[in-house]
C-alpha cells in the first residue's frame, strides 16, 4: 500500500505533516508506504530530526508551492513541480493508491476533477463530513461546499454515496439515509427537495429514512444526511464555530464537544472519483495528519472506489 503525502501543504507545513508522520509510524505497527513530496532541503533535515523510518517513505523533491491564494486551474498549469501535481501525477500514473494534502483545496479539487476523474455513472462528487452523535455514534453530512447548487438526481446519488462511505468505512450495514428539510412531512421544502424525496422514496441502494430537520442532525435519527453543498457549508461552518465558542468558555474538555475537532477526522474524503483522494484543514496539526494517512489507509483497505464504480454499474 502507498500513500503520497503533500509535505507542503498547510498552515504549518513542512513540520506537522512530519510530525503526523512520526505519530503514524507508531501507532502501527505495519504501516503504509509514504511518499513524502516537498522541497528535499525543508523536509530531510525535520525527517531526521524526528527519526521518521528511512524504509517506510520516499522523499520527492516538490520544488514548488501552490499558494491558498492562486488560481487552482492556473497554478497546475503552471506549477508542474509542485507538490500537489505530483501528488496526482504519481496517483494518476498508478504509482502511489492514494494522496492527501492540506494545500489549497481549490487546486485538490481541479486535480481530482480533471486528472483522477468522475467514476462512471457518477453526476457529481461529493465532500462530505463527519457529524458527531449526542448518544456516541456517528453521522455523516454530505455535501458541505462541492456541489453548492445541486439537482434532486445528485442529491440522490450523494445518499448512494453517503450509504457505501459508511458501510465500508464505519461498518454500519444498513446506514439510515435521511433529506436535509424544513419539516418531516412528505411534501415539505422548495421544488428540487420536493422533487428529490421521491427519487430517494424508491431507491433500492439506500435505507431511505424520510425528511430530517436541522434540529435532528446531532441525534440518533438517521447515519447519513444529504443536503446541497451551500446548507452543508453553512452547517459545517457553524459547528466549527460552535466548538471554538464551547473551548474559548471553557467547555473544551467536555467529551462531546471535543469531538468536533477537525484534528480527529483528519481531512476529507472525494466521493465518487476514481481513487482515493483525501483534502485536509489548512491548519492541520499532526494529529490531523496522522488521521489524514489513516483516513486514506482505510479507503484503500476497504477497496471503497471499487465499490462504488460496482455500485453505480449495477
Known sequence: MNIALDMMGGDFAPLEAVKGLQLYFAANSNPAFVFCLGDETRVQPLLQEYNIPADKIKLVHAPEIIGYHESPTRALKEKQKSSIAIGFYLLASG???AFISAGNTGAMLVGTMYT???????LRPSIPTIVPKLNGG???LLDVGL???CKPEQLNQFAILGSLYMQHIFNISNPRVGLLNVGEEEGKGNQVLQATFPLMKENSKINFFGNVEGRDLFYDKTDVTVCDGFTGNV???MAETLYDIAASRNVGNDEYFNRFHYENYGGTPVLGVAKP????HGISN?????NMI???EKMIESDLCNKIKESFSA
Open 138 to 140: 456517528t453521522g455523516l
Open 235 to 237: 452547517i459545517l461552518k
Open 277 to 280: 483522494v483525501v483534502i485536509g
Open 294 to 296: 489513516a483516513s486514506a
Open 95 to 97: 504509482k502511489v493508491d
Open 286 to 290: 499532526d494529529k490531523a495528519f496522522k
Open 116 to 122: 483522477i476523474k468522475t467514476i462512471d455513472g457518477v
Open 147 to 149: 456541489n453548492v447548487d
